[in-house]
């Protein structure tokens, strides 16, 4: 017997083990419906045989329901030939779950009514989880020792089923901003959770994905095909899906970012969004026009904003808790739309950057890692076998999704996000026309063009890397490729032909550009500079404050008594170059040295306000950790209150003043960029209890 063969899906990555003697054939992904081809890369055998070919079964030919069906099924010669059945992969949650407790048991074989034999490998039972702490023995979210089933793959009526189905997705995630706090695509182990999502949901609810019927339009700035959501790109999206949606169709639209309420209106923030500028947010009443001129029958509408990671870091604005008043105002939608906010007022929508061991699968969004794990598990059951003249399962997919979201939450020691779901509006009486066009197909808007970006960033080399205040610098900083930059701006900041070199010879020639050489050079030695470079600052308290440890924090307090001496002597001798940048020919070398001495004061604030976190553990002025909760030690966040005293604070407000010059007087310009993200960087740190969870994982 051959051993199966392996393919990955090329929709959300999963491996699949199909059969030798199905190697040259079509297979459909279970998990997210992508037609795949094998490989001829051969992997041990993981049943005792493989079953024979499959062939179709007459729709009049009762199907039982508690059969269990093979890992992939070749297409039967009697399919049409757009009929491509299905590949069953084992989710992850079930291959660490088994590998966690137990070696899985399998069903043998069954056989198919009718008298047509299908032979079908049996699929894992999944075991009574171990969260009874949690969610109570006879919780409701706890799965049961029954076995995994999938709907009848060979059903000519199904394999046909999602292409003629009248369903329609668009999903937009933002999580690469500019100005606001960034959010997670994924986890460490997997960094698009997002399209993951977005095709499992589609293939749960049989929103068609073929390649002559691709219903599926996801719109996102991470994954294997990132694109920047700016604001226009996210109005046409919109207006494009909406404006093709046909009267019989059902549409769902997921927003996943940030949105914000200024003066009594709610606005959507695209990638490149200013919460100080509503002229670079896109309007909540646009929004809403362009979905209540949708014709579609059923318009369901996902707000996945207001997210906060786990470790309630607040780096840059956008993550406050979603508040009454805007809520309201998402929740405003025009008649006949369902919306569901996955938050409710006063809490913030999840996400986890570092997977909690109580919940390993996590990453992202939650809301999107619980529509994975909804769909991988096969939670959420249909009564019957859905037609394309039901409406949308949404009722029955929140509620599932509800319980999940806060047991997470629970076991993680972080508050329920409590999402809501409005009350459906009344049907709509559209017949369902299955020999009517598909729904139109449309390409997402092109970004602007820009300069090079190799060419920008040899521009801006002396600022490219400059490290974050605390962490690892990551090529999502990498300010040359954040935005396009227009040749006509960019062509005005080209350096000169005089040299670094030179200038380091010749600080009396050129006084202000080597005090910008100077000042960003000090910046690099002690931020200790590179792509995969560090800061080495203390961010975690793993152990208690005894003596000891004390004395060990008193040995890394003179980290930063150094590097502010450091900071102080390089502003007091770049501010004696300030009456010189008039006389300075070179735009260029101008807008350097107001970077340079931006950054120093800027980071002389964040030294001392980590100085005063490092002496709080020494004074015992600490949040108490609750071990009950499953709280492990204290983590070091941003917060927009300092408490350093007046002088640091003011040095803050001079750095901030300085960004605001060159984000006025440099428009366009990475410079301006990067001023703009930095003077909304919250230089306050505190230290919060960290949940890291026990032995128990959840199901």
Request: charged fraction near 25%; include cysteine.
């Amino acid at each position: 017997m051959a051993p199966p063969v392996r393919a990955t899906c090329p929709g959300c990555r999963s491996v699949l083990k199909i059969p030798a003697e199905w190697a040259d054939r079509s297979v459909k992904c279970k998990s997210c419906g992508t037609v795949v081809r094998a490989t001829a890369t051969p992997v041990a055998a993981i049943v005792a045989a493989p079953p024979p070919p499959v062939a179709a079964v007459p729709q009049a030919v009762a199907v039982p329901q508690a059969v269990a069906y093979p890992e992939a099924i070749p297409v039967a010669d009697a399919f049409p030939a757009e009929a491509i059945p299905q590949a069953f992969e084992a989710s992850e949650t079930t291959k660490k779950h088994s590998r966690r407790k137990r070696k899985t048991p399998y069903l043998t074989y069954a056989l198919l009514a009718g008298g047509l034999v299908a032979a079908a490998v049996g699929v894992g039972l999944y075991g009574k989880p171990l969260y009874e702490k949690f969610a109570g023995k006879d919780s409701a979210q706890a799965p049961t020792t029954e076995a995994k089933v999938v709907p009848p793959a060979v059903n000519a009526n199904f394999a046909n089923a999602a292409k003629r189905f009248p369903r329609r997705m668009l999903v937009v995630s933002v999580t690469k901003y500019l100005y606001c706090n960034t959010l997670a695509a994924g986890n460490a182990k997997n960094e698009d959770m997002v399209s993951i999502a977005a095709r499992r949901l589609a293939y749960q609810w049989k929103v068609p994905m073929d390649k002559d019927n691709d219903q599926l339009f996801l719109l996102q700035d991470s994954g294997t095909k990132p694109r920047a959501v700016l604001k226009a790109t996210l109005a046409q999206a919109v207006e494009q899906f909406c404006e093709t949606s046909r009267p019989q169709d059902r549409v769902t639209i997921y927003f996943g970012g940030h949105a914000i309420e200024i003066d009594g209106k709610a606005y959507l923030v695209p990638v490149e969004g200013d919460l100080t500028d509503a002229a670079t947010l896109l309007p909540l009443d646009d929004f809403w026009a362009k979905v209540k001129d949708c014709p579609a029958r059923q318009k369901l509408v996902v707000f996945d904003v207001c997210r906060l990671n786990e470790d309630g870091d607040k780096l840059r604005p956008g993550s406050d808790v979603l508040s009454e008043s805007l809520e309201k105002l998402l929740q405003a939608a025009p008649a006949g739309v369902q919306v569901l906010t996955t938050a409710g007022p006063g809490t913030n929508a999840l996400e986890y950057r570092n997977a909690p061991p109580d919940a390993p699968d996590e990453g992202g969004s939650l809301f999107l890692s619980t529509i994975i794990d909804l769909a991988s598990r096969g939670k959420v059951k249909p009564a019957k076998e859905p037609t394309p003249d039901d409406p949308l399962p949404v009722d029955a997919w929140f509620d599932a999704a509800k319980e999940r979201m806060k047991l997470v939450a629970k076991v993680s020691g972080k508050t329920d996000p409590a999402p809501k779901l409005s009350k459906p509006p009344p049907a709509v009486a559209v017949a369902y026309t299955g020999d009517e066009p598909a729904a139109k197909r449309f390409e997402f808007a092109a970004p602007p063009q820009g300069m090079a970006v190799a060419e920008v960033a040899r521009i801006i080399e002396p600022i490219s890397k400059l490290p974050p205040y605390r962490g690892k610098l990551t090529k999502d900083d990498a300010l040359e490729g954040l935005v396009p930059y227009a040749a006509d701006v960019m062509k005005n900041y080209k350096p000169d032909a005089v040299t670094f070199a030179e200038i380091r010879k010749d600080a009396d020639k050129y006084p202000v550009r080597f005090a910008a050489l100077a000042s960003l050079e000090v910046i690099q030695k002690e931020w200790k500079s590179s792509v995969e470079g560090s800061t080495e600052l203390r961010t975690q308290i793993l152990t208690g404050t005894n003596d000891a440890f004390k004395k060990t924090i008193i040995r890394e307090q003179e980290t930063p008594a150094r590097i502010t001496e450091e900071l102080e002597t390089a502003i007091t001798k770049a501010e004696k170059q300030m009456g010189k940048l008039d006389a300075e020919p070179s735009k260029y070398w101008r807008v350097m040295y107001l970077s340079a001495l931006a950054q120093l004061k800027a980071r002389l604030a964040f030294m001392s306000e980590y100085n005063l976190a490092l002496g709080s553990i020494r004074t015992d002025n600490l949040p108490k950790v609750d071990e009950a909760k499953g709280q492990a030690g204290l983590v070091l966040v941003s917060t927009e209150k300092m408490k350093s005293k007046k002088e640091v604070k003011d040095l803050a407000d001079a750095a901030v003043e300085l960004f605001d010059k060159i984000a006025d007087e440099h428009k366009g310009t990475p410079w301006a960029i990067q001023a703009k993200r930095y003077r909304v960087i919250a230089l306050g740190l505190e230290w919060k209890p960290y949940t890291a969870g026990n032995s128990k994982a959840i199901e």
